[in-house]
């Protein structure tokens, strides 16, 4: 029973609902290729007219930030990148 | 749901491993999501598999009932219903394999221990629909017993589990409402058709109200299940609110709920005690098609074998032209 299906990829699915909008991660499936993939995208998460468009990527070339290193990473303290760290004086408006 | 690159588990020093517990224990209470790479006890780990390898053979397995009328569905329209169903219950259980897969279980051992009857699934399944109405039955009291199981899953803390959950209760409500359509028409239908309907609420009512799994006073997992917010309320919560929310849907269709201790008490419907002799019988193997089941899904996966040869070899075919 075991074996025959090891050798099956991992593929990780993207759809994009209309036009417009970004491709956005869904899930993942096993595929033994990028056809079977994405037959089997289709079938598993647009039953509902949920996409216009599939991407399936193999799961094996997505590189990943640690998450141990979360904070070093991604710890910026620069608040004044934001445009709610700017007091806009009163009676200003349009900016 | 992760990809399987980045759900290694690390191993620790045991002295990090208290730490860790603590953190892990205040990001639960702290309604924080735990994510594959994240570290979780052993434990958590573990009762996550189970639940939720459970979970995927139950829509697996549950295809089988429903799919023994397809070929016999009364109307074209009725068929694709009932076909669109069938579908979305296997892709539920995609969507959970690869869930548990994202613990470090591999899809293949999950469903070799299907086969080799020695996974659980809810026992529900090992019941025979004998008639049409079953169809209507199912649809409407398992899978309102299953949605009432699912909505607070999709708070659970294991990130992965909680998004596929909100995929499976987005879908699961056509499955409810198309069960009771169906019912609807039987009940309000011909005396025979009426009958039916009964009959088939007779059969199905009490393994419903046991889907939501042993007394609180014998559960064993409940405690830790609850504290680390896999669960949310307890089996017999959850049991409560169902037999409230069934009762009087019961009553629409002029259907008779066969329980003689039914009664009403300003709040809550109070009922009878459900037989779990039967309900321990079925689960230890002996319900009314626990072998069928299994030996349904066994030559499903050996008659398929040859069509998973095929793909893996043509891949392989391809990559060398
Ligand atoms: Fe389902
Ligand atoms: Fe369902």
């Known amino acids: ?95 | 749901m992760c990809t399987q690159g980045l759900d290694q588990p690390r191993t620790l020093a045991a002295e990090d491993v208290s730490a860790r517990a603590e953190h892990f224990e205040a990001r639960v209470a702290a309604e924080d999501k735990i994510e594959p790479p994240d570290w979780m006890p052993d434990a958590y780990r573990a009762l996550l598999i189970r639940q939720i390898a459970q979970h995927a053979h139950s829509e697996i397995v549950g295809m089988l009932p429903e799919g023994n009328w397809l070929s016999r569905a009364p109307s074209l329209r009725r068929k694709g219903i009932l076909l669109a169903k069938v579908q979305d219950e296997a892709g539920h259980g995609l969507y959970l394999y690869s869930a548990a897969e994202t613990l470090g279980v591999t899809r293949d051992e999950l469903v070799d221990q299907l086969l080799a009857g020695t996974a659980k699934y809810s026992s529900i399944f090992n019941y025979p629909t004998l008639t049409w109405a079953d169809v209507g039955a199912v649809g409407w009291l398992v899978d309102g017993a299953a949605i009432m199981n699912q909505v607070p899953l999709c708070r659970c803390s294991y990130g992965p589990y909680a998004r596929a959950m909100v995929r499976i209760c987005r879908e699961e409500s056509f499955h409810q409402r198309q069960g009771f359509e169906l019912l609807t028409v039987l009940a309000q239908g011909t005396p025979a058709q009426h009958a039916m309907a009964q009959d088939a609420l007779d059969r199905w009512w009490w393994p419903a109200v046991m889907m939501f799994g042993p007394p609180d006073s014998e559960s064993t997992h409940n405690d830790r299940s609850l504290r680390w917010k896999v669960k949310r309320f307890t089996n017999d919560e959850l049991r409560q609110k169902f037999v409230d929310l069934t009762v009087p849907q019961a009553q629409f269709l002029a259907l008779t709920v066969p329980d003689p201790d039914l009664a009403y008490d300003g709040e809550h419907w109070r009922f009878g005690k459900p037989d779990w002799s039967e309900f321990k019988r079925v689960v230890k193997g002996d319900g009314p098609c626990n072998r069928e089941r299994l030996v349904a899904r066994r030559t499903a996966h050996e008659d398929g074998a040859w069509v998973r040869e095929a793909a893996v070899a043509h891949a392989a075919k391809r990559v060398l032209v």
């Open chain 1, 1 to 95: 029973m075991t074996g025959e299906r090891a050798a099956w990829p991992l593929w990780e699915v993207f759809v994009r609902s209309r036009a417009g909008l970004a491709h956005q991660h869904v899930g993942s499936l096993h595929a033994v290729d990028a056809r079977m993939a994405l037959d089997n995208a289709r079938d598993v998460y647009t039953r509902r007219g949920e996409g216009a468009s599939l991407w399936v990527v193999p799961a094996s070339a997505v590189v990943a930030s640690d998450p141990a290193d979360k904070d070093s990473f991604f710890g910026l303290d620069e608040e004044f990148r934001h445009a709610s760290y700017y007091v806009v004086p009163d009676g200003v408006h349009g900016i």
